[in-house]
């Protein structure tokens, strides 16, 4: 009986799920046409809304778990990947009663939500007492949103819990199943925070899905100076929101002590305020994170070096916008940015900068709708992102909903508890995400774009050299004053010709491109390979860090050591 | 009878200098005590005025070199240093008839002024063609102000020349002997642009004597957070000039197509503007460059970890004074700086910043007349310098007489052929100077002050730590925000304890003194060794490099790489 009802669930699940994917595939194609014209978009917020979280359970309540249908099930998934066989059986886990273990009602795991009465959470079926491990928890005071209750919608969207490492750690918390639950289905798509998200360039490749993070293939990354906007880095961390642009507002709390009532702008307000253009490369403060991790593990996504791009931005100036509203200079303030893409609590992405950046016009921070020219695509952040030129990307708040100027920075989990860098000996015991500073402006990096590691590159028979190109660039507007190469582990460095924009020192957010002439050597040619480095130099004359082992870092972020890369010589 | 005219000549001299080395004594001794009152310079730019000039050459023209007299001369010196032997030797040859060579009258000399007729120089009563040689004169163009003419009067100031490779270069170029020549004696005093040099404090470890650079004793660096006035480095390119504070004048040239009168200010009227005090740290582009030539020689002054300081500096703001001349912003607009110092053309020290830091409120650029909180030093810019907060040393001209906005870069040596950073490929047959950016904001390092290199530490029996203390700084405003100290060749990092102003980020323009404690293994008892390496990151989280080798350039500039001091244990 119960299993023919979980298979009646199914079937609805999967004819529910065909009917989205057509509709789904329609509406994409059609945006994916792209007329020029500004996609039409039917919801706003619609996740959010209390009945889109009611069908969300509806759909997702239709089955408990099985051990053999669910496994059959996994198995017949077209997402196969490596480790499959580990990780299915980890994800069952969760939905499997342990008879060794005793059984507890909700209301018995509800009283177990705080340090002094431990802390138990609920996923699938299981029960799990995560006292001592929350103190450490990688998102930090985020987990305690769950104790007492189940953590299942917040691993809907943190979708980085989704791997065997994680699963294993959890299970060895279990103490106990969960009575008479039913288990929501984590693929679920309609209805689900995840059915709206815009289809992507094949060319993406995704180091998550969900949330949606994806890098260009690094070897097209340095043909054009301005990266396509399809083919520029995706760093989502949560669904993409939907927001109709004629009900769009942004709101502008100025702050100010005599209670003045906030500033809300249209679109059609925003783009009638004068346009200012700039060109800046953004970056995920994870670029290049699997270089790093190839040192020793980190806990992050594993970006290669694609995780930038370069693009001429346009919008209204927020130092414009903010002056006028009376906001003066004053170094202890910062201007905090909100995204309408939001957490399960309701809690939007958020991020801050310092007032001083802001406010600065050469800090060129602005309102942008524009992306090379075009209208920002959904997953760049439709119709508005704060672009904050030589920031780490994760301050570059999209599908931006709100902006307040305060006299402390963000408290949201990216700000406070993400995005911080640390010396190569702190550890998860021993971290403590308050005492670091949150990364603002990037360090300066470089990367070979071509060849590609492991390529069979041909020597130019006339002069004995091969052609290295890649891209150069760093924080804060300053300017990439040189790149070096070499072939020879540092004994003999080449410089590389620069394309750059002219734009002034301090101000100077685009990145450069490079292209070198390496000499190959009688050895390297006998050996049929070389190893190429390349540096960059900043109008600091701040030079990258030589290798990884000395600037690791348990997030991951700040990867920005010589790159380094072995080529096959033909 | 030239052998007695020569004597007679020495002994004139030699009463001389006693006579004036008594007066200088005395003035120096007396402002030594310094009670606060302002020194009184019975002279304003003494030696540039003519009657001055003709002093100089008329105790100058006082003997003719005869081999064996300058040999017991020298010999006698108290100045005794390595290599005398092979030194004193080579400095007799320019003042050594060389009879396997024509002679040539000045006249002749004087026609081979340019490339296309060849270029010739004297120097004591050498001629020598330096044709070939000129193209890679590491002072650049300054070397053609002496073709067709003497070399003796930049060497005076220019005494980098003064060493046996440089003495044997020259030799080499050696072409002939210059008919009936009198040499002036570069020892000489009295007259001469060095005789009113200001008395420097014992501590100080010169450099280089003439011009005068010295830095402090490394070990006292991080005593205090404020460097006291007279430990702290100096860097001086030229003769100190002699400045007379009631008639010193600034010239300001604002530039403006309407033919602007410059601005004249006093010293009283620049004392009359709102004072403006910022802590910052100036530090000699050539900090550190001693560990830098360890790897391979560079040229220029061999320079510890101690040619930086921090103090306060008071004075009147920069940006203030410009925009009341209406300087408006422009990103390709420069700010020239010249000093009171005179090179022998009558050329000023001279250096430029972007007009955008000086225009920039949060730049700090000030005209300060006081350094921690007492007028500045003769040595330190007396009566004005200017500080450019975040920025190489270079470019904090000191005995400031005239500032102009300018559209184009100062074209002093120091701006153009100097200050500048390479490849470490770049040498002197390939390096062009043009191509180089002129260093502005300096790159993040840090130093180790306490242990020294080869220092017997105590390791505390409780704990079995060593306590290491220094200094870190970055350029541009941005703060420290870690050190990291290992003792294990980077295998573990310990997390040093700051001292620093609280300053805001992009504004924190004073070092950071800090502190760490270094756990000691068993392993590094046994061995009674340690090598400590620090390493510093600032706020756009850049990293000093790991080592030299990578990061080497000609001049030996921008020295940042990891310090590494090996200590012994006790």
Redesign the interface.
């Known amino acids: 009986m119960r299993l023919l009802w979980q298979r009646s669930g199914m079937l609805q699940k999967l004819m529910l799920q065909r009917k989205h994917y057509r509709r789904w595939l329609a509406t994409t194609t059609a945006s994916a046409r792209g007329n020029g014209q500004e996609e039409k978009y039917n919801a706003r917020y619609k996740w959010r809304k209390p009945e889109c979280k009611a069908e969300m359970l509806l759909y997702g309540v239709c089955w408990t778990g099985g051990l053999g249908l669910a496994y059959f099930l996994l198995s017949q998934r077209g997402e196969s990947e490596a480790k499959l066989d580990d990780e299915a059986l980890a994800r069952l886990w969760h939905i499997t009663v342990r008879k060794d273990l005793p059984t507890y009602k909700a209301e018995q795991v509800e009283q177990h939500n705080a340090p002094d009465k431990r802390i138990w959470v609920t996923f699938g079926l299981g029960v799990y007492d995560v006292t001592e491990f929350a103190e450490n928890h990688p998102g930090g005071d985020k987990i305690m949103m769950a104790a007492g209750s189940a953590i299942d919608p917040f691993w809907a969207i943190y979708q980085q819990h989704n791997t065997l490492e994680v699963l294993e750690l959890l299970e060895s918390f279990r103490i106990g199943n969960l009575e008479g639950v039913t288990v929501a289905n984590t693929d679920e798509e309609l209805g689900s925070p995840w059915a709206q998200e815009p289809k992507r360039h094949a060319l993406l490749k995704p180091a998550s899905k969900r949330p949606f993070n994806a890098e260009p293939p690094i070897g097209l990354l340095a043909e054009k100076f301005y990266t396509p906007n399809e083919l520029f880095y995706v760093r989502n961390h949560l669904p993409v929101p939907v927001l109709a642009p004629e009900e769009y507002e942004l709101e502008i709390d100025a702050g100010g002590g005599e209670q003045k009532e906030p500033l809300t702008l249209t679109l059609a307000q925003i783009k009638a305020l004068p346009k200012h253009t700039v060109t800046a490369a953004i970056m995920c403060g994870g670029n290049r994170r699997s270089e790093m991790t190839s040192i020793k593990a980190v806990k992050g996504l594993s970006w290669g070096a694609g995780a930038v791009g370069n693009a001429k931005w346009s919008g209204a100036r927020l130092c414009d916008l903010l002056r006028e509203q009376g906001v003066q200079?004053n170094?202890?303030m910062h201007v905090i940015f909100e995204g309408a893409d939001l957490d399960p609590t309701s809690h939007p992405y958020g991020a801050s900068i310092?007032l001083?950046?802001a406010l600065?016009?050469?800090g060129d921070v602005i309102l942008a709708y524009e992306m090379n020219d075009n209208p920002l695509t959904r997953d760049h952040g439709y119709p508005i992102r704060v672009i904050v030129p030589g920031t780490v990307g994760a301050r570059n708040v999209k599908w931006l909903t709100r902006i307040v100027v305060a006299d402390h920075e963000s408290d949201s989990h990216w700000q406070q508890n993400d995005y911080k860098?640390f010396?190569?000996?702190?550890d998860w015991d021993t971290v403590d995400f308050g005492k670091?500073?949150a990364?603002?402006?990037?360090?300066?990096t470089s990367a070979i774009c071509t060849p590609l590691p492991g390529e069979r590159v041909k020597v130019n028979p006339q002069d004995g050299y091969i052609t290295v190109r890649g891209y150069a660039w760093?924080?804060?507007g300053?300017k990439i004053?040189?790149v070096?190469l070499t072939g020879d582990a540092?004994q003999?460095?080449?410089?590389a010709e620069l394309e750059q924009e002219d734009a002034?020192?301090?101000?100077h957010y685009g990145w450069s491109l490079w292209t070198a002439r390496l000499p190959i050597t009688k050895d390297q040619q006998e050996q049929e390979q070389v190893e190429i480095w390349a540096?960059a130099?900043d109008?600091?004359?701040?030079?990258?860090?030589?290798?990884f082992?000395?600037?690791w870092n348990l997030r991951g972020v700040?990867a920005n050591a010589y790159h380094k890369v072995k080529v096959k010589l033909a």
């Not at 990364?439 to 300066?444: C, K």
């Not at 109008?539 to 290798?547: F, I, L, M, R, W």
């Open positions: 200079p170094e202890s310092p001083s950046k600065d016009p050469r860098g010396s190569p000996s702190t670091a500073d990364i603002q402006a990037m360090p300066v760093s924080g804060g300053r004053l040189r070096d540092g003999t460095w080449h410089v002034p020192d301090g101000r540096k130099v109008s600091a004359y701040n030079v990258q860090p030589e290798k082992e000395h600037i700040l």
